[in-house]
């Protein structure tokens, strides 16, 4: 499974934007995502690797949601040394569980600061091949989210917007905009004013993509799940969020 595929197929889960801003609201900026029955068994082998994009799982987890395998989790990483939080706002890492519409091939991928990153390298690549080989297809998506290093928060210039994981616009933060954009249930009213931007209107159900505050710092993102879509803050310099 690509990373285009990866994002298509967490974007349709019927809960997994309101997971992200929960994870969000914890202080997380990195996500592993991993579509699997065995997370118990897969995330200590990951979390051993991460050092690489310098993600640090810490010493405290905790869970944002009810979890089928919470136990078996909560056992395996005690054996890393890490312990249970009972306040997700306290830990280094914070596990939710959401159900996928579709059923799918087991695959995991880490999304930093609004990124996809394909971690499947070295040791993670005969991993992944065993799990997606070996495991039969499944709905299961773990979402585990990592505390963010504090930083200088730095103002956006422009809005990067993607439809179905590919990129169909830059905006600009500067002036006023409204634009209407298409989405796969319907129209998404984009608004910009004063450095800020975020979605006045939308064909969605449940409306969280409307809710969500205004953005405007770099990595800010707003995501629209039923519809396919995310808005993500980009800095100086060239677009890092690459999707494909």
Request: proline share 6%.
């Given at each position: 499974?690509?990373?285009?595929?990866?994002?298509?197929?967490?974007?349709?889960?019927?809960?997994?934007?309101?997971?992200?801003?929960?994870?969000?609201?914890?202080?997380?900026?990195?996500?592993?995502?991993?579509?699997?029955?065995?997370?118990?068994?897969?995330?200590?082998?990951?979390?051993?690797?991460?050092?690489?994009?310098?993600?640090?799982?810490?010493?405290?987890?905790?869970?944002?949601?009810?979890?089928?395998?919470?136990?078996a989790l909560s056992q395996a990483l005690q054996r890393r040394g890490q312990a249970l939080a009972a306040d997700p706002q306290q830990a280094d890492m914070t596990i939710s569980f959401s159900l996928l519409q579709n059923q799918a091939r087991p695959s995991f991928a880490l999304i930093k600061n609004g990124r996809i990153w394909d971690v499947r390298t070295q040791k993670l690549l005969r991993l992944w091949s065993t799990l997606n080989e070996h495991n039969p297809s499944t709905s299961g998506l773990t979402i585990v989210?990592?505390?963010?290093?504090?930083?200088?928060?730095?103002?956006?210039?422009?809005?990067?917007?993607?439809?179905?994981?590919?990129?169909?616009?830059?905006?600009?933060?500067?002036?006023?905009?409204?634009?209407?954009?298409?989405?796969?249930?319907?129209?998404?009213?984009?608004?910009?004013?004063?450095?800020?931007?975020?979605?006045?209107?939308?064909?969605?159900?449940?409306?969280?993509?409307?809710?969500?505050?205004?953005?405007?710092?770099?990595?800010?993102?707003?995501?629209?799940?039923?519809?396919?879509?995310?808005?993500?803050?980009?800095?100086?310099?060239?677009?890092?969020?690459?999707?494909?």
């Open positions: 499974m690509d990373r285009r595929s990866f994002l298509n197929t967490i974007l349709v889960s019927p809960v997994i934007t309101s997971v992200l801003l929960a994870t969000q609201k914890t202080g997380k900026n990195s996500e592993l995502y991993l579509i699997a029955d065995n997370p118990h068994d897969v995330i200590p082998l990951i979390l051993n690797e991460l050092s690489v994009y310098n993600i640090d799982p810490g010493k405290q987890f905790s869970f944002l949601t009810a979890h089928p395998q919470r136990d989210g990592f505390k963010q290093a504090k930083k200088r928060e730095a103002q956006g210039q422009a809005v990067i917007l993607f439809q179905n994981g590919r990129q169909i616009e830059r905006v600009p933060l500067k002036g006023q905009k409204t634009e209407v954009l298409p989405g796969r249930l319907g129209d998404i009213t984009l608004r910009i004013e004063n450095g800020r931007a975020w979605i006045s209107e939308s064909s969605c159900r449940h409306q969280i993509c409307r809710l969500s505050p205004p953005v405007s710092l770099t990595g800010e993102r707003i995501i629209c799940a039923p519809n396919h879509f995310l808005l993500e803050v980009q800095g100086g310099g060239s677009v890092d969020t690459v999707i494909g």
